[in-house]
């Protein structure tokens, strides 16, 4: 069992920044494909982003692309959100996933995880 502890919400100004840290336990987590979702006030939950085990491959949702960067330190078992100018839309509950390897394909954007965090709040205020 995967647990997942996602860090660093908090309110902010339009065209500001924060960073969400995701700390996963475990000793798999170099092998698992991590990603970032969000939830804002009755919406579905989204894709945000996500990472592959070898940090080299990384998607993300059009709405963030360019302003958003995921990252993972895999000694440190933690995915991180980089999160610049950021809008009042972006406002939701953002929540860490991470998803053990797979013999099939999975597309990028796809809910199938295996383990969810508790999420952390982030209110963009304009």
């Known amino acids: 069992q995967v647990q997942l502890v996602e860090s660093g919400g908090g309110l902010v100004q339009a065209g500001g920044s924060l960073r969400l840290s995701c700390a996963a336990s475990?000793?798999?987590?170099?092998?698992?494909?991590m990603g970032w979702f969000r939830q804002a006030p009755g919406k579905e939950r989204e894709f945000v982003t996500r990472?592959?085990?070898?940090?080299?491959?990384?998607y993300y949702a059009d709405s963030v692309k360019g302003r958003f960067t995921i990252s993972r330190d895999n000694a440190k078992n933690t995915v991180y959100l980089q999160m610049n100018s950021l809008k009042p839309e972006d406002t939701a509950v953002y929540y860490c996933?991470?998803?053990?390897?797979?013999?099939?394909?999975?597309?990028?954007?796809?809910?199938?995880?295996?383990?969810w965090g508790q999420g952390t709040q982030v209110t963009v205020s304009s």
């Open positions: 475990g000793r798999a987590f170099s092998r698992y494909t």
């Open positions: 990472i592959g085990w070898s940090s080299g491959s990384t």
């Open positions: 996933a991470a998803r053990e390897p797979r013999r099939v394909y999975v597309p990028a954007t796809s809910d199938d995880y295996d383990y």
